[in-house]
């Protein structure tokens, strides 16, 4: 139990970590390398990253079918098994590198806004990023074997301490006058590192042991039909985050990838506030599957769960919009004012998706995450598309704005399919979704326009509006647009801060 709850804790840590260190390191990286190299550096990480998906989902696999050869005490089943997804993972990789090679000689042909030394550039991260990719998913399966083991302290401390460090190589190397390549070099020597680590703990102190006894058929059978689903979630994500940035690349010069990048990174830290909140939660989604509740029963947990993930995720949402422009302008310069409003635009299409998370655990416990998989793909695909017409005249804004229409459309189908298949009453979930909460929240948007006048623009200024915008915002949510239970629970939080004080 205390690896569950310290990796938890972990987790937390690496979300803070994640955020708060990106929101530093992203402004020093462009100032460093410039935005038309920062442009082009994201654009190439977005490419091989599509490329990815060939995990096929693997690495969740190894998760599930270690902790069931443990639980059923069976040794050989377990080094049989591990085996033989090492020898998938040796295909992939071989398969990775072909197929990146392959694309290699296309690249000056398919981003036609880059010069001459921006291809060069282009092409030499291009290696290095296939390189670690070809290494890094079969390096990732032993942090999936350490959770097969229930050991998560391990693995998390490993990461924080990855990610700390890395943060100050970055910032050495490039105060000394590195660049994008540079980036790519660290971390290619700290995935390497890293990999070889983790190994050595899973060989000697799980004692962990790859041998192929026999290779069965079956093995492949089962792995696939697991892994299949996830493989296609893992295709709707690159639609979602990395398919506007290829889609870029073709047709409009670095500096606006720098843009859409900033701008998808600001909309992805929105995303993981409402990720930690509901994995404190969605464990109770599966249970009561289990348990068959009914529909009346987990539409109420799903409101629960909704309504403390919408109070932090409108909290974010209305200092963005009202600060935003300002934070951003702070952050990493005036021109990327474009920036500002792809990533208002990505909270603002976010934000049902997050408060409705629940419904992630009940498709999986369900067994029916095949509709939701190819919905998805099917409409961020199109909205794939239409960004692309959308973006030869209005460039990054018209990307992202194709991707949220295809986003929008799906969401809509899965609420019909949340009413009609899991039974959900999504007409009462919305209702007490925004009881009380959403005219509270008005009128703290028009006390924090006021504030706006403020008279100012550098960052106390900006750190002196945010705290009276948050101090209203408590205020205001907790005596009028909170119920008892989100008292209760902020109270509750509230103690447990003063005890560790």
């Given amino acids: 139990m205390s690896q569950i709850k310290t990796g938890a804790f972990l987790n937390y840590i690496t979300i803070f ?12 990286i462009l100032n460093h390398i410039g935005n038309a190299e920062y442009g082009v550096y994201t654009a190439i990480g977005a490419l091989v990253g599509t490329i990815s998906v060939l995990d096929l989902g693997l690495n969740n696999t190894i998760v599930r079918f270690v902790a069931k050869y443990r639980a059923e005490n069976d040794r050989k089943g377990e080094e049989n ?19 990146g090679f392959s ?3 296309y690249i000056d042909t398919y981003f036609t806004k880059l010069n001459a ?42 990461n924080i301490i990855r990610y700390v460090l890395r943060t100050a190589v970055v910032v050495a190397v490039l105060t000394m006058g590195g660049k994008a390549i540079a980036l790519v070099i660290i971390d290619t020597a700290f995935n390497i590192l890293f990999i070889c680590i983790e190994a050595y703990y899973v060989f000697n102190k799980l004692n962990v042991r790859f041998k192929l006894h026999e290779f069965k058929s079956k093995f492949l059978k089962q792995i696939f039909s ?94 963005f919009f009202l600060y935003g422009k300002q934070f951003v302008f702070l952050w990493v310069g005036e021109s990327y004012y474009d920036s500002y409003i792809i990533a208002l635009m990505i909270m603002l299409a976010y934000t049902i998706p997050l408060v409705q998370g629940f419904t992630g655990a009940l498709i999986e416990a369900q067994n029916k995450v095949a509709f939701k998989s190819i919905i998805y793909l099917i409409f961020l695909a199109i909205g794939t598309i239409i960004g692309y017409f959308l973006a030869i005249k209005y460039g990054a804004l018209g990307m992202i704005s194709g991707t949220i229409i295809g986003w929008i459309i799906a969401q809509n189908i899965m609420n019909i399919f949340y009413y009609k ?73 509230f103690l447990k801060i003063k005890k560790f004080r």
């Fill in 17 to 28: 970590l994640t955020n708060m260190v990106g929101l530093f390191i992203t402004p020093f």
């Fill in 81 to 99: 098994f591990l085996a033989t997804t090492m020898l998938i993972y040796l295909c992939i990789s071989i398969i990775i590198v072909i197929i």
């Fill in 103 to 105: 694309f290699y000689g």
């Fill in 117 to 158: 030394e921006e291809i060069q550039i282009a092409k030499t991260i291009y290696v290095l990023l296939i390189f670690n990719l070809a290494i890094g998913l079969p390096g990732g399966s032993f942090v999936g074997i350490c959770s097969g083991y229930e050991v998560f302290v391990f693995p998390k401390t490993v």
């Fill in 226 to 319: 697991y892994s299949v689903w996830i493989f296609v979630y893992g295709i709707v994500a690159q639609f979602q985050w990395r398919s506007g940035h290829i889609v870029l690349g073709n047709i409009v010069y670095p500096k606006v990838l720098a843009i859409y990048a900033i701008g998808l990174t600001l909309g992805s830290y929105y995303g993981a506030f409402s990720s930690a909140i509901m994995g404190v939660f969605l464990p109770r989604a599966t249970q009561m599957t289990v348990n068959n509740a009914s529909a009346s029963e987990l539409t109420n947990t799903m409101i629960k769960i909704g309504r403390v993930s919408f109070i932090v995720l409108i909290y974010i949402l209305g200092a």
């Fill in 421 to 493: 298949v899991l039974k959900l009453e999504i007409i009462r979930f919305f209702k007490e979704l925004f009881h009380k909460t959403l005219i509270v929240f008005i009128i703290i948007l028009g006390i924090g326009y006021i504030i706006n006048f403020i008279p100012g623009n550098g960052w106390l200024n900006f750190l002196f509006k945010s705290i009276i915008y948050s101090l209203i915002f408590l205020l205001l949510i907790y005596n009028f647009g909170m119920v008892k239970f989100e008292k209760e629970l902020l109270n509750s939080l």
